[in-house]
């Protein structure tokens, strides 16, 4: 089977820097997703890693090591709004449906 | 602004009854999934299709089916609800053929709860 490994919860501060990782064991890698999701509503993007490095979008940015099966979301200067859970996604081979981690529910605190 | 639209947020239904969750893309997109999402499992595949008429078991299909007779609408039935089926369900959509990053859009979800 597919394994997709997220932390379950995190917690941050405010105007922080907040990583969120996730590690991958799978049959096959055409590519990583970051979604982000706000409590009752649907996934929206956040970013695509393909190649290893870094990914920046503003605030956000991504990281891959397809040698490592890792990749983390880097979140800088956490606004409240921020709070939501943060899902990681692969894509096995060409036009496969992605393979969902069980996502990480983030909390920002004052 | 394109869209994922499901028919119906809340859906209350009785054990045994057939349900039908529908969703509608206007992206033009060959490609539309159903999902399920439960507290601590994340998101589940339950079908999808590259094409009209045309279907794939993801990980989850039993209990279910789906119906694809036009590009734009995917509609994912429950033959006969069960309890075990109350869950979030998420449609989504993609295409091939606008470049590499193509990830999906989601609809907004169909909270459905069978008592």
């Known amino acids: 089977g597919q394994n997709i490994d997220q932390p379950t919860e995190m917690t941050a501060t405010e105007g922080a820097i907040v990583q969120i990782n996730c590690t991958y064991q799978?049959?096959?890698?055409?590519?990583l997703f970051w979604y982000q999701q706000h409590a009752g509503e649907a996934p929206t993007f956040l970013s695509y890693?393909?190649?290893?490095g870094l990914e920046e979008k503003g605030r956000f940015s991504s990281f891959l090591s397809r040698s490592k099966g890792y990749s983390y979301l880097l979140l800088k200067e956490l606004q409240m709004k921020d709070s939501a859970s943060y899902l990681c996604?692969?894509?096995?081979?060409?036009?496969?449906?992605?393979?969902f981690g069980k996502g990480t529910r983030l909390s920002v605190i004052a | 602004d394109v869209k994922v639209t499901q028919s119906s947020r809340y859906l209350v239904k009785r054990t045994g009854e057939k349900v039908f969750l529908e969703c509608v893309q206007d992206m033009d997109h060959e490609n539309m999934f159903w999902y399920r999402q439960d507290p601590g499992l994340g998101l589940r595949l339950i079908y999808f299709s590259y094409d009209v008429k045309m279907k794939e078991k993801g990980d989850i299909p039993e209990g279910y089916s789906v119906s694809r007779e036009k590009k734009e609408r995917f509609s994912l039935i429950l033959e006969s609800a069960s309890t075990n089926q109350t869950s979030m369900y998420l449609c989504?959509?993609?295409?091939?053929?606008?470049?590499?990053?193509?990830?999906?859009?989601f609809g907004s979800g169909t909270r459905l709860t069978v008592v």
């Open positions: 799978t049959s096959g890698f055409n590519g």
């Open positions: 890693n393909v190649l290893d």
């Open positions: 996604a692969v894509r096995l081979s060409g036009n496969t449906p992605l393979v």
């Open positions: 989504a959509s993609s295409s091939p053929n606008r470049g590499r990053n193509y990830g999906y859009t």
